[in-house]
Each structure stands twice: as C-alpha cells, then as structure tokens.
C-alpha cells in the first residue's frame, strides 16, 4: 500500500471528481482510499501503487498511528497547521468536503445546495438513482441504478483578489462530466469585483461550467447547518476546521465574536480571576470577546487580550507558558493562573499540565438570556454585530449594558 507521509499537500488548485464509473475520490488526478477516523490530510505526492491499482492512501493519523516510523502523539488535530499556507488550507478544505460526503451524501448534497443557493447556481443531484420499470423507447428494464459523473474545482486565495485571466486557464481543467463546479474560496466575499465575477461566469457558462464565489466563514456555517448534534464526529471536525481557519486568518469575523463556554461548575472562579481555562488540546475560534455563561444566561463579558498555554506547579508557585506558545504572562496574571488552578481542585480538576487561559482586562455583569429551554451542549460563538444590529461599542461595560436587551436561543 502507498507509503504515508506528511509533508506533501494538495496544490491551491484542486479537483474532486466522483460519479460516472470514476472511482470514489480524485483529487489533483489521484485516487484516494478513504478509511475513518481520519485524523490529518490528503497527499498528492505518493507514489506507490498497490495491487487493486489505486494510485494512492489518504493519509490516516489516528491515535498511536504509524507515520515515518514515529508515533504520533494522541491529541492530534483534524486538520494540519504548517507548510505552505494556501496549499494546506486549499488541502484542508478538499478534506473536509471528503469526509461529510463520505459521511452522509445527502448532508454533503445539503451543504453544497446551500452554498450555492445565494448565488443562484443550481447543482444537479450526484446522487445514486434507483428506478423501477425504467423504459428505453424499445424496452423496459425491470431494475435501473444510475450515478452522473460530477467534478468540482477549488481555487483559494487568502488575501489577494483572483485572477480572472488565471480562473479562465482553470476552465480547461474540467472534461466531458455532466456536472461542473468551479468553486472561488477567499476570507472574503469582495476577493473578486462583481464584474470580473459575472465574466468569468459567462465564460464558463459557454462549457457548462458553474461557478461560485464563498468564503471560508459561509464553509463553516453551511456545513454546521446541515449537522445535527447527534452528528458528533462531523460536529468536531467542522469545529476543527472552524479553528484552523481562525489560526490562519481566515475568519475577519473573529475581531466581533463571543465566545460562550458554559462554565457553571467553575462560575465564581471565572468572575474572580477573570478568564476561562481548558485543556490546551481542544480546538477554539480566535473570538476577541469572552462569556460567562450559567444558568441559561451569559452572566459576564470580557475583552480577551491573551491566550496562553502552561503548565502550572503550584507547590512552586509558578505557571511556565509552554514552548510553542506565542505570548507571555505578566506576574499579575500568573497570579490569577495559580489561583484559578488552586480552586480548580475544589471542582476535582487538575490544571498542571498542558491548559490553556483566556485572559481578559475586566469583566462586566449582564444578563444575556437563552430563551429556548435546556442548557447548552458545547460552547457557543455569537457575532456580536449581528446581535446588536449594529457596531459594537469600544467601552465593554457599555456592550454588557446593551447585550441585556437581547436573547437568543
């Protein structure tokens, strides 16, 4: 079988063929074999085939996996953080597109219509057909299973606009398949001027070729949408995905998200010391804002100014940010780690090793109501402009005035 290894990744410009005899999965003119749980990513550069003739593995990392002879470490994310940034985020997507076709097909098709719907593009069932008495005109065939042959083509850009000279070249990727879909992906919406937009349509159209322009935002929100909460493995990996994007830059709506996580056993310790811990390993949005939810109720909001990972000797007294860190801690909020870690005991938790502390300046009482019934499942992110219909204001303890007029569900 194909070796693994993790240091090649699928171009910015990439391909995913499926339907019409195809096999399951092309992306970039390789096969892929897909086995679950996948933990890490696709890579185009393997070269070995096996006996059935695929080209190619998708890549496995679960826990205690086998890659280049080493172990690898058991909290390992979904989603790769390193090479090239427009390769591996392009990678990144194609893989979670993948893995919720391969979940459920008629979620994936759900997603797709949805990113699509805004945009008037229609993408015609993929789907396996299944047909009784189909007729021929001079037959009729008791039993009739049928797929069409579908290709979707990706293009990314993270902070420049798109070519439109270069997206005409890309047209030529797709064939004789019955259904074509170009897909533009950028942080945001304006990457390519509407005008330009429209050419490159009308071009395409010309080869029956579809496009559409999303952003990395709309891919998260569309593909939770079509998840349940029973959808626990698609749930974590779409979260996943959500936190790579963040770590990459690729969500601009961060600088106005709240982020609520429920915290009603530790409610007091995160009031007194002003921040919220977890392990270091779970995956989070860069929100700029925190809230303290109990009770139905986000209670207190904080502007978040530090995110660090320690570890935490409190016989010593002492909290050292992990290496690979990127910031620091001042002696007053070491101060706050230590006291939060030594109450987090009272709680039976244990926060010496590998937690990571959203620090905030202040935090300041509200009353942001959930109105539907039941507590929450996970933490929840709010965007705060769409909440108060408008800018948020710089004062946090105006905003917590204001967040009391609104609920949510």
Known sequence: ????????????????TWGGGTPPWVVGGAHYETHRPVHGTLDPNLDEVDAEGSSLKLIEVAV???????????DVHYFPRYSQPENVVTNNTLLLLLRLREYNRFKFEKFMEAICADQEVQLASSWLQFCQQKGTGKSVVDGFIAQDS???????KLTETFDPIQLDKHLALFGAEQHKLLIL???????????????????????????VHTSFEEIVDKARNCLSMHDEEMVALVDDYEAFCSDMNLLPRDEYTLFVPPCGQSFEDNQEFRLYYCPATWTRRNAKYLGIYKEKRVRAIGRIVKVVACNVNLGANTATVLSDG??????????????????????GWDLSVGHKFDLCDALEETAFRKTTSGGIQGHRYFDLEKVLGG?????????????RQHTWK
Do not use: W, Y
């Not at 079988?1 to 995913?16: E, K, N, Q, T």
């Not at 579908?150 to 990314?156: D, F």
């Open 326 to 347: 990127p910031e620091t801690v001042t002696a007053e909020e070491e101060q706050r780690i230590l006291g939060a870690s030594r109450n987090a005991q009272n709680h």
């Open 64 to 74: 205690g996996a086998q890659v280049k002879g080493e172990t690898m470490m058991s």
């Open 150 to 156: 579908i290709k979707i083509a990706v293009e990314t």
């Open 391 to 403: 800018e948020i204001p710089d004062s946090v303890g105006e905003l917590a005035e204001q967040l």
């Open 1 to 16: 079988m194909a070796r693994a290894d993790l240091d090649g990744f699928a171009p910015a410009s990439a391909i995913v």
């Open 185 to 211: 992906l950028s942080p945001l919406l304006g990457a390519i001027p509407g005008r330009q937009l429209a050419l490159v349509r009308d071009r395409a159209k010309l080869r029956n070729i579809q496009v």
